[in-house]
């Protein structure tokens, strides 16, 4: 049995197309965010082997960036690739029988701290560096005032040769120790998954090869007992 529930909606095609178009014609550019992470946060190496605390988080950029979709429709000056993702989030939308209402599909004006709090796509490739990571494994807060709880709808759009595969622990919150037990999550190109970044810990193996790991993440804000009743017994 799959550690994760897939989700039926496959990834709309004209929105791969965009997302990959621009990758191609802005891989060198200087577009990409490098991840910053808060001095406190608790990390524990993608293996799961190795606990570790700290402030030094220049290991984390290595081979990883990210964009998220507003920026790209603002690069481009062409709102088709926020166009196409909101008329597939339609589709899950109605797929799963979810009630709009009680989901944000993005932060509320005026909440939101960086990047992150946003859809994006973030990258995940072999560099040339003495070590090479994937993404360490970690957990998210909630970052809402009202603290409605965080979901994210992760699609594989580019496949690495080898590698970037995600693993997550949905226990870890329950046992925060070292060698806690990452399962990997078996997803193909255009298939998506659902994520509760601020509950499971989440991570990635590093990737190999010239192939670069794109990864859509889709971000959802969503009213805590809808959240507990109506997603979690499927997703959780």
């Known amino acids: ?23 191609n014609e802005n891989i060198t550019s200087k577009v990409w965010k ?13 293996t799961g082997l190795e606990e570790k ?8 950029c290595r081979g990883r960036r990210s964009i998220t979709l507003r920026d790209i429709c603002n690069l481009e000056q062409d709102e088709m690739v926020l166009y196409h993702t909101n008329k ?23 909440i939101g701290h960086d990047n992150w709090d946003s ?22 807060s909630n970052s809402l005032e009202d603290n409605w709880t965080v979901m994210r709808i992760n699609y594989m759009v580019q496949k690495p040769e080898e590698g970037g595969t995600p693993q997550i622990d949905k ?20 298939e998506g998954y659902v994520m509760m970044p ?8 590093p990737v190999r090869g010239n192939t670069v790991r794109v990864l859509l993440s889709l971000l959802f804000y969503v009213e805590p007992h809808y959240f507990n009743e109506h997603i979690m017994p499927t997703y959780g």
């Open 34 to 46: 490098t991840p910053i992470g808060d001095e406190e946060r608790h990390l524990i190496d993608f």
């Open 198 to 205: 601020s509950k499971w810990a989440h991570g990635c193996t």
């Open 88 to 110: 597939m989030i339609d589709d899950i939308i109605k797929e799963n029988e979810w009630d709009e209402t009680q989901l944000r599909r993005q932060p509320a004006p005026g």
């Open 119 to 140: 859809h994006l796509i973030s990258l995940v490739y072999e560099t040339q560096k003495k070590v090479s990571h994937g993404i360490e494994t970690h957990y998210d």
């Open 1 to 23: 049995m799959s550690i994760v529930t897939k989700l039926q909606t496959k990834l709309n095609p004209e929105l791969k197309r965009h997302l990959l178009k621009f990758l």
């Open 53 to 60: 605390v700290t402030s030094e988080f220049a290991h984390m």
């Open 171 to 190: 226990t870890f919150l329950n046992n925060r120790k070292p060698g806690i037990k990452l399962k990997q999550i078996d997803i193909n190109e255009d």
